[in-house]
């Protein structure tokens, strides 16, 4: 099939994120009020959980201990449009590397300000030029 040529269908989806929120909490054992409904709190394993009831917010979420960077909660945002996850679970849970003396973090969230879709096609792909022999593919066994 490899020297075959195709037709590839391609929809690629860009997000642009933006509004900038930010509010910082002190790291506490207990759950505090974060932003936008989480509620963080210091967990097992030195690690920052963040919590959310019915599902993570459509937003990408930060935490930022000192002003050297920011750690990201997920690396994807769900793009469903209902106000609640798939499954039985009622409360969804993020953790991040909670450094051992931070005392507060800041939280910054930035939302989706809009998508974009671009579909295109190509036409006559020559599918030979992507393939590849597996590694060892020629190598008799023993």
Not at 32 to 50: H, N, P, R, T, W
Not at 67 to 73: A, Q, V
Request: contains cysteine.
């Amino acid at each position: 099939m490899k020297d075959q040529r195709v037709r590839v269908k391609v929809a690629l989806y860009l997000s642009i994120f933006g509004n900038s929120r930010s509010r910082t909490i002190s790291v506490e054992h207990a759950p505090v009020e974060a932003i936008d409904g989480l509620q963080c709190a210091a967990a097992m394993f030195e690690k920052l959980s963040c919590r959310s009831v019915f599902r993570w917010p459509a937003a990408l979420v930060y935490a930022q201990f000192t002003s050297e960077g920011m750690i990201p909660f997920t690396r994807s945002i769900s793009y469903s449009p209902f106000p609640a996850g798939l499954d039985f679970l009622n409360v969804q849970y993020q953790q991040v590397n909670l450094p051992r003396d931070a005392r507060e973090v800041t939280l910054v969230m930035e939302e989706r300000l809009a998508t974009i879709r671009r579909d295109f096609e190509i036409a006559d792909f020559p599918l030979k030029e992507f393939s590849q022999v597996p590694p060892f593919a020629n190598t008799p066994r023993r």
